[in-house]
């Protein structure tokens, strides 16, 4: 490029501009996987009414304190969960100068990944069991990982781009909870874990381009030194569980309360900025060009603050109706740059409903005789959005939504172990339609949004 | 608005009159962002600084010997030789590097100042003997299980990337890159003298695309952003890499419980980070935030990554006991760097030259016989030290006519551990407690770098070209853990 002189040189560029035209794909911002889409096979099919249940290691996210019911020094579990969006939006067409009328949903995104629960009752391992301290604590995890490709996201260039607020799980690289329970009488009992978070953002301290660039080089003289910084913190996590002292009582009803602090990740880019450097003579490049950059587009995973009070009864021993009661601290929210959404969000109750009955189906012919425990589950629960009225400048989309669920449970008498159980959930979220006037926005016309999304999945656990 | 009211133009109109001033006022930001901190590629964090306590203490000449969860890495084959169903441990390692790259002609100018690396260590395995499960299937006593973890804390994944190889860079023992180091194994008793095992390393790599549009109209308002359009589409994938492990016992009474050959091969481990494709517009935008007709577009280009390379290698090991409580162990690892590819897959030029590692590793292991107080509670203490020397993969350059694409360096070293263990407790279960130290010595060296104009510019250099660099320096690690096993 040496043979090619400067004014040239700029009179192409110059000469290569193009239109430039705004983006119209579909941004997210969603919270954890387990928030949107359960933590667990059982706790999922029972519409995640499961503060007050919290038996098997899904108690690590939903209440820690849950954990010491497990009775086993080793139980696993692990499986298979996919979840699919079904969101549409709808823009009208505008007239107006300004205005875009070209806003259409192009793609949903898919999660699919490994779920894992671990579990283990240290009043159940030889090693502690004689322990005064030790036999009193127990330990769970909840476990959820992204597969094949994960932290896949876009992110808008301006805060007033529509996108949907929910459902777009890619970016989150997993999913963990991890947590300890104590008994503290045979009534109460309490817990407390972490959800780690991911905090990741990448600064370019010094990117310059170099013009001309040499011909044989695949950066088109474009340099960079790039600083990424990736943190991990940690959200707590509470949980209380107490069954009445009295013993008529004590195996029917129970009540739990789990705290769960808020879950802010932020992913992207923060400080960028570019200089241009001429090197048309090599022993005397010249600096032509000094943007002073700013902090530019974070990517914002937020799960608010919140608590949860629930009961349950078993009005038979076989039957379990569960009722959950959840606060999110949603006006918090933060918006990229740490901007508050205009209008800001608004607190939510979501009331869950959850059942669940086990029998012994008493089969009697060859394999199936060891199944010892078959389990019907259902939930229902209705989330209302957060979102308020986006008819100004602001294009977050979001709607109020029903969620039923169902789910399947068989427990095999295995001799080599305690037992196998094979667990089996649906879920459909029916995302109620909502219309955007957006009669105050510059930019954008009418918007609807709606949909549904549907999950499965499937898991095996082992207890000794 | 036209193009003549472009912040851009303005500034490229300007330049004849404002050339000396933007000189002197970038030039010490340039010269820090060239060299302010060393830019680093290094490998994964069990091959650099040794992957368990007592492994590490040994040289990690572990491959024969691979008798705790660290086998997970070093032989997964070795897992079967765990004794308890369960044996954990947690520990704290740090690590500094003091390398240093001096330029003689530049008094001014060096490289030094890389990150220092600390974090946890976890360490799980089992011989899988679950009563229940053997009861109704003997055959599953023949299995085992290992993990390993190291996890950087607090702050994980800082790196600076170095745009390409010519940008002078240490090779090793940057490790803040990095969040994780995982080995997941599992192992199998073919017969009493043959066992083997297999396993993964998880690791992640990633790349961020970017659109970039610059409005320069918006650069001194009062945009947060200051005028800068970003949006990334970040894709990371998560890839494993294999571990595959022997370990022989000679099937000869007598010797057998003396004397053990291992081998063990793990996959290549390449990952790249940073940023992949961008494309940058420069141009106004109006009041609404819509970008007006006339922009300045760059071109598409591939652009910067991190690169961290482990090559694949080869271990033969092999360890012996002369006498009760002393083991003798030797490695010898070829690890194939020849396959080395700097950012943009470019193979460095000259190429890496494949390289054999040799290390030594000694355990003395005792009862001290201690009556009095709390001593009498330590069974056993072990006293560990190893060597190992690992030859630089960095073929060296001489001032030729043609320049160099690389100025990547790196040095042999020469690798000092030792390590000091106590046991505690009863046959049913045992507390372990370990610290180990490490020192690793760079052989002095001094070659040539070659600063082509851009860096020979943002260094403050009068003129490109070959410059003489004196290379050396150390690195040491210290840590501690504790084991619980039953």
């Known amino acids: 490029m040496s043979g090619v002189n400067r004014p040239a040189f700029l009179l192409l560029f110059f000469l290569a501009a193009v239109l430039g035209s705004p983006s119209t794909r579909i941004y997210a911002q969603t919270p954890l996987p387990f928030d949107e889409l359960g933590a667990g096979p059982r706790a999922t099919a029972m519409g995640q009414a499961f503060t007050a249940v919290a038996d098997d290691a899904s108690a690590a996210y939903y209440n820690p304190a849950g954990l010491i019911q497990i009775r086993s020094p080793f139980q696993l579990t692990l499986g298979y969960q996919y979840a699919k969006p079904r969101v549409w939006v709808e823009m009208e067409p505008v007239e107006l100068n300004f205005r875009r009328g070209d806003f259409n949903r192009s793609e949903d995104y898919s999660t699919s990944g490994l779920y894992m629960g671990y579990a283990c009752n240290l009043a159940d391992v030889s090693f502690f069991k004689d322990s005064a301290v030790f036999s009193r604590f127990a330990v769970g995890l909840t476990f959820f990982a992204n597969i094949p490709e994960l932290t896949q996201f876009w992110n808008p260039q301006w805060d007033t781009e529509p996108y949907v607020l929910r459902y777009n799980e890619r970016w989150s690289l997993f999913a963990l909870a991890v947590s300890v329970a104590f008994r503290c009488t045979d009534w109460l009992s309490v817990g407390a874990g972490i959800l780690p978070r991911v905090d990741s953002l990448q600064t370019s301290t010094g990117s310059w381009i170099q013009l001309p660039p040499e011909e044989d080089d695949s950066a088109v003289g474009f340099r960079m030194d790039l600083r990424q910084t990736t943190e991990v913190n940690v959200v707590p996590i509470f949980g209380l569980l107490v069954h009445p002292p009295q013993a008529s009582l004590r195996d029917r009803l129970s009540f739990g309360f789990s705290y769960r602090g808020e879950n802010s990740a932020f992913y992207g880019t923060g400080m960028q900025s570019t200089k241009g450097l001429w090197v048309g003579d090599p022993e005397n490049p010249v600096m032509f060009f000094d943007d002073p950059g700013g902090r530019v587009v974070d990517h914002v995973g937020f799960s608010p603050e919140q608590l949860t009070f629930a009961f349950a009864v078993k009005p038979v021993q076989a039957l379990i109706f569960a009722f959950d009661f959840t606060w999110k601290r949603y006006s918090a929210f933060t918006f990229f740059w740490d901007v508050h959404p205009e209008p800001p969000f608004e607190d939510v109750w979501v009331p869950r409903v959850g059942i669940a009955y086990a029998f012994d189906p008493g089969l009697e012919a060859g394999f199936l005789k060891k199944i010892c425990e078959l389990s019907l589950l259902a939930g229902y629960y209705r989330e209302p959005s957060p979102v308020q009225d986006m008819s100004g400048r602001m294009n977050i989309l979001d709607a109020d939504q029903n969620v039923v669920s169902g789910g399947f449970g068989a427990k095999y008498d295995a001799e080599w172990t305690g037992y196998v159980k094979l667990d089996a959930f649906f879920q459909a979220h029916l995302l109620e339609s909502n219309h955007i006037s957006n009669d105050r926005d510059p930019l954008y016309g009418p918007i609807s949004v709606g949909g549904q999304v549907w999950a499965f999945g499937i898991s095996l656990s082992i207890a000794y | ?486």
């Open chain 2, 1 to 486: 608005m036209g193009v003549r009211d472009f912040a851009v133009y303005r500034v490229l109109k300007d330049l004849p009159m404002r050339f000396k001033a933007i000189r002197v006022l970038l030039l010490p930001l340039a010269v820090l962002c060239a060299f302010g901190r060393a830019s680093a590629q290094t490998g994964m964090f069990f091959d650099e600084f040794g992957a368990g306590f007592k492994s590490a203490s040994m040289g990690q000449a572990f491959t024969a010997v691979a008798d705790d969860h660290s086998a997970a890495y070093y032989n997964p084959a070795g897992l079967t030789q765990t004794e308890k169903i369960f044996e954990f441990t947690a520990g704290y390692i740090y690590a500094k590097p003091r390398l240093r790259a001096d330029y003689p002609e530049n008094p001014s100018l060096n490289l030094s100042d890389q990150a220092s690396s600390h974090g946890l260590y976890l360490g799980i395995a089992s011989n899988l003997d679950f009563s229940e499960t053997i009861r109704v299937y003997p055959w599953f006593r023949r299995f085992a299980f290992g993990f390993i973890l190291w996890a950087n804390l607090p702050e994980f994944g800082q790196y600076h990337s170095g745009p390409t190889a010519i940008k002078p860079h240490f090779l090793r023992h940057d490790m803040s890159f990095q969040a994780l180091s995982i080995s997941i194994s599992a192992a199998v008793e073919i017969t009493r003298w043959l066992s083997v095992g297999g396993g993964v390393i998880p690791s992640v790599t990633s790349a961020a695309e970017e659109d970039v549009f610059q409005a320069v109209n918006k650069i001194n308002e009062d945009d947060p952003v200051r005028g800068l359009r970003l949006s990334i589409h970040q894709t990371a994938t998560v890839f494993v890499v294999p571990i595959l492990g022997i370990l022989i016992r000679p099937p000869v009474e007598g010797v057998r419980d003396r004397v053990a050959v291992g081998v063990c091969f793990r996959g290549e481990n390449e990952q790249n980070h940073g940023k992949g494709v961008i494309r940058q517009d420069i141009g106004t935008e109006d009041e609404y935030g819509e970008p007006l007709p006339v922009a300045l577009p760059y071109p598409d280009h591939y652009n910067i990554n991190l690169v961290s390379y482990i090559p694949w290698q080869l271990t033969g090991g092999v360890s012996a006991k002369p006498f009760e409580g002393l083991t003798l162990a030797y490695d010898m690892t070829f690890k194939r760097y020849s396959e080395y590819r700097t950012y943009l897959e470019l193979p460095p030029d000259p190429p890496f030259q494949d390289t054999y590692t040799h290390r030594f590793g000694v355990e003395y292991a005792f009862d001290p016989g201690f009556t009095s107080g709390f001593a009498r509670r330590i069974r056993r203490i072990g006293l560990r030290g190893g060597y190992y020397y690992e030859p630089t993969p960095v073929q060296q350059w001489e001032p030729s006519e043609q320049e160099p694409n690389n100025n990547i360096y790196g040095s042999d070293q020469d690798v000092f551990s030792a390590g000091l263990s106590l046991i505690l407790g009863q046959e049913k279960g045992e507390h372990e407690f370990e610290m180990y130290f490490r020192y690793h010595h760079f052989r002095g060296l001094s070659r040539y770098a070659y600063f082509d104009s851009v860096y020979a510019f943002m260094s403050g250099l009068e003129e490109p070209g070959y410059k003489r660099v004196d290379i050396s320096g150390y690195v040491w690690a210290i840590g501690g853990s504790y084991t619980l096993r039953f």
